[in-house]
């Protein structure tokens, strides 16, 4: 049952992180008309602070007293993310020149996925 209700809730925060991520990219991008790796960069910032804090208390509903610890590994597995989130948005884009909202959504599955895998086996075990 723990791990359906913690399969439930990094559902709902990762649409709510994913909502932020995509909505901060478009506004940054298409609105303020910022290079789209900056916007990139800094819609990946604003939605780790967000799932930093919904993943630490609702998810994975943690207890460690070492909160630097446990903060400097999730934003280190979401630097990893970070990482892979704007190779694709690069190699999606600028080499394969494919649509910048669709390869963002795409690339955003790719990445809950991966940070689920990271924050479960290395930061909340």
Known sequence: MKLSREIFWYVVFGILTTLVNIVV??????????????????????????????????????????ILKECGLFFGGRLFSGVVDTGLMWL??????????????????????????ISKLVVFK
């Open 92 to 117: 999606f884009i600028d080499v394969l020149t494919l649509n910048d909202g669709i390869s963002k959504i795409v690339i955003q599955v790719i990445v809950v996925v991966l940070n689920y895998v």
């Open 25 to 66: 990219y478009f506004v940054f991008a298409h609105v303020l008309g910022v290079n789209y790796l900056i916007s990139n960069v800094v819609a990946w910032f604003l939605s780790v602070l967000l799932a930093y804090v919904t993943n630490r208390r609702w998810v994975f509903e943690s207890k460690s007293s070492n």
